[in-house]
């Protein structure tokens, strides 16, 4: 399968975590972090990382690597993070009462998360 496939093709494995119940900003600092590194060493940061936002972001990188090896036979020691970002999804808007018969809205926002790895071994040679 590997052998048909043009050495210019540009190929990318993703995977897309959509409704993570984050703001966009908090998440973008750790993704900020990860862009361009290999998955090893990615792997390394997000585990050692203090962030809330690393644990949604370690399992879309699994997620990512888990297809790049069952679907296109990709070695996950030759794949890099080629394109993280992090876009704002809907926010849940809630009412909170209040004293006196008032209410305050509570909103809450969430985030959608897209993770592409490609093979460097594929541009080498």
Known sequence: MIKNRKKNSYIEVY????????SPHKAQRVIDQIRERSYEETLMILELMPYRACYPILKLVYSVA?????????????????????????TVKKLKPRARGR????????CHMTIALKDISLYEN
């Open 103 to 110: 209410s305050y809205p509570i909103k809450r926002s969430t």
């Open 15 to 22: 995977a897309l975590g959509q409704h993570i119940p984050m």
């Open 66 to 90: 888990a297809n790049a090896s069952h679907n296109m036979g990709f070695d996950e020691t030759n794949l890099v993070i080629s394109k993280a970002e992090v876009n704002e999804g809907t």
